[in-house]
């Protein structure tokens, strides 16, 4: 056997680590923990039934995606976003989805449309569900969109931000105004029309708008705390 070989380890199972992760994930998600909270390793493993182990390894898988920090002596907490945090996950952000935007308006197929269609209309049937829900469902709309791009490591791109800016939108989800879900519908109807007209050009500024729309929303509660100039978001959809 060749020696190089034999230093290849057999690849491990990771489907409980997974399971355990989106556990912890959508309970973050959820708002069942505030910002900052200790993520205690023996107390999760206790309530899902499962060894330290592959809690230890889903708080690690939630280190990289973005919304649990961790250290050798503090453990694992929920992550804390600071206003340098929010901006440069949104200007990030605005450069993926106008790729994404633009590919889509070129590349998209009818299936892609429908099924972008079909999170539109859930969203609109969405009245009496959680603000949870909704973001949810904003999270999903934009997760069609790059698939409609057709395009690999632009979605290995967004899947490596996903979970951040599903964070940065429960965050928001404290300091929108009471028209919340009315303007994400429309913003997001915009988007599609503009995705089915084939207007790349349209759907760039659209979506510059829109990004721009949800970084000002969430940045103002950073701004009234003094952490964030008031000129803060000019750099996000431009």
């Known amino acids: 056997m060749n020696r190089g070989v034999q230093g ?12 355990v992760a989106d556990s912890i994930r959508q309970t973050i998600f959820s708002g069942s923990f505030e910002l900052g909270d200790r993520l205690n390793e023996a107390d999760i493993a206790d309530r899902l039934n499962v060894s330290r182990g592959p809690v230890r390894e889903a708080l690690a898988q939630l280190k990289q995606e973005g919304i649990v920090t961790m250290s050798w002596h503090r453990g694992a907490y929920i992550m804390e976003l600071s206003a340098v945090d929010v901006s440069e ?55 069609e969109l790059y698939r409609a791009a057709h395009h690999n490591r632009l979605a290995t791109a967004w899947s490596s931000i996903r979970s951040q800016v599903t964070f940065s939108l429960l965050v928001k989800r404290h300091t929108s105004n009471e028209y919340y879900r009315d303007l994400v519908i429309a913003e997001h109807q915009q988007l599609f029309d503009l995705v089915s007209s084939h207007d790349a050009d349209a759907c760039e500024g659209a979506i510059r708008e829109h990004i721009s729309a949800t970084y000002d929303r969430l940045a103002a509660s950073f701004r009234d705390a003094g952490e964030l100039p008031a000129t803060g978001a000019r750099g996000i959809g431009s």
């Open 89 to 143: 996950l949104y200007s990030l952000r605005t450069v993926l989805e106008v790729f994404a935007i633009r590919q889509a308006a070129r590349v998209a197929t009818p299936a892609d449309r429908e099924t972008m269609k079909a999170v539109l209309a859930a969203m609109s049937k969405s009245g009496d569900q959680s603000d949870f829900d909704m973001i949810q469902l904003d999270i999903q709309f934009h997760d």
């Open 8 to 19: 290849i380890r057999p690849p491990q199972r990771r489907g409980l680590t997974d399971q």
